[in-house]
């Protein structure tokens, strides 16, 4: 497996914009959450890259991102709400989107 090569100055822009003086794993996950709250802007159009077996969303398909889950979701992993078809359905972000 090909390893990803870290880019220092990202790095450390993140350490500084957002996950500054947060030390547990939910603090860093409420801090990501709260910076992509701020940061993107809703909705945007998507398209499905990946499948994952719990989610009836499949890649090519087009969805409306309209918003973050709720934070206690996003501890995980960052979760975003879709409009897929007439439903509203949580998906993981960005792993199944472009």
Not at 1 to 11: K, S
Not at 13 to 33: F, G, K, L, N
Not at 61 to 86: K, N
Request: charge should be negative; aromatic fraction near 10%.
């Amino acid at each position: 497996m090909a390893r990803t090569r870290v880019n220092a100055e990202r790095e450390h822009r993140i350490e500084m914009e957002v996950v500054v003086d947060a030390y547990t794993e939910e603090e860093r996950a409420t801090s990501w959450h709260c910076y992509l709250e701020e940061q993107l802007s809703f909705p945007f159009e998507a398209g499905i890259r990946k499948a994952m077996a719990s989610s009836p969303l499949r890649p090519g398909e087009h969805v409306s991102v309209t918003g973050l889950a709720h934070e206690d979701l996003c501890r995980v992993g960052i979760f975003v709400w879709v409009r897929w078809g007439q439903r509203d359905v949580v998906a993981p972000w960005p792993r199944s989107f472009p």
